[in-house]
């Protein structure tokens, strides 16, 4: 059995990048940054990744209309890309590329919605 799934969950450093591409799709880059607290044997600590996300036509459409600090929910994929550099040699990286992006709403935002 094989299992290629990425799950992760943070605030958005910045809007959604989105773009039509002359093939007629649309693509949207996310920058998310993750936020994880470790005991470092004296005290926590905090420790932040940023991650970067790509999302596909209808999906980078929909992620376009998020904001910057929004906290997310993000299922998706590593796919491996190889492309030549300016030196010429050949480079193998991977995406993380979007599956379902799903804002998160604090119990604050909802109660906010519920009161309007």
């Known amino acids: 059995m094989n299992l290629n799934r990425v799950e992760l969950i943070g605030r958005l450093g910045s809007d959604p990048?989105?773009?039509?591409?002359?093939?007629?799709?649309?693509?949207?880059?996310?920058?998310?940054?993750?936020?994880?607290?470790?005991?470092?044997g004296n005290e926590w600590q905090n420790r932040t990744a940023w991650v970067r996300v790509t999302a596909w036509d209808k999906l980078a459409e929909a992620a376009a209309k998020l904001k910057k600090g929004?906290?997310?929910?993000i299922e998706a994929e590593l796919r491996n890309r190889e492309y030549t550099?300016?030196?010429?040699?050949?480079?193998?990286?991977?995406?993380?590329?979007?599956?379902?992006i799903d804002p998160h709403r604090t119990s604050t935002a909802a109660k906010k919605d519920a009161e309007e």
């Open 17 to 40: 990048e989105q773009k039509n591409l002359d093939s007629g799709k649309s693509v949207a880059n996310l920058s998310i940054a993750i936020n994880t607290a470790f005991y470092d």
């Open 70 to 73: 929004q906290l997310v929910r």
């Open 85 to 100: 550099n300016t030196d010429g040699a050949k480079v193998q990286t991977y995406d993380i590329v979007a599956k379902t």
